[in-house]
Nanobody
Framework: QVQLVESGGGLVQAGGSLRLSCAASGRTFSIYAMGWFRQAPGKEREFVAAISWIGGGTFYADSVKGRFTISRDNAKNTLYLQMNSLKPEDTAVYYC???????????????????WGQGTQVTVSS
């Protein structure tokens, strides 16, 4: 099992920045890739970004490309999401997720992921 705990959410004005963190513990050696998703009230969970845990390759949703940066620190078993130029439509609960085994995946599909954090609220005011 892998446990994930997010932090770093909060309230920020439009145009501002936040950095989210996701600390992984447990069987971290099994992590193949990790991702960030978000869910706004009344909407489905939406893919934000993903990263290969070993190679570092990244993939972003078009809506955040150029504004958000996903990164990881393997030594600290921590995933990050740097969010710049935030917009009110970025308001959501942000979740980190992990793929627990090697394979071929469609990273934007939340059902592919094995482990999830509890989420952290991000609110962007206009």
């Amino acid at each position: 099992q892998v446990q994930l705990v997010e932090s770093g959410g909060g309230l920020v004005q439009a145009g501002g920045s936040l950095r989210l963190s996701c600390a992984a513990s447990g069987r971290t050696f099994s992590i193949y890739a990790m991702g960030w998703f978000r869910q706004a009230p009344g909407k489905e969970r939406e893919f934000v970004a993903a990263i290969s845990w070993i190679g570092g390759g990244t993939f972003y949703a078009d809506s955040v490309k150029g504004r958000f940066t996903i990164s990881r620190d393997n030594a600290k078993n921590t995933l990050y999401l740097q969010m710049n130029s935030l917009k009110p439509e970025d308001t959501a609960v942000y979740y980190c997720a992990a793929l627990g085994k090697r394979g071929s995946y469609y990273w934007p599909n939340p059902s592919e992921y094995d482990y999830w954090g509890q989420g952290t609220q991000v609110t962007v005011s206009s």
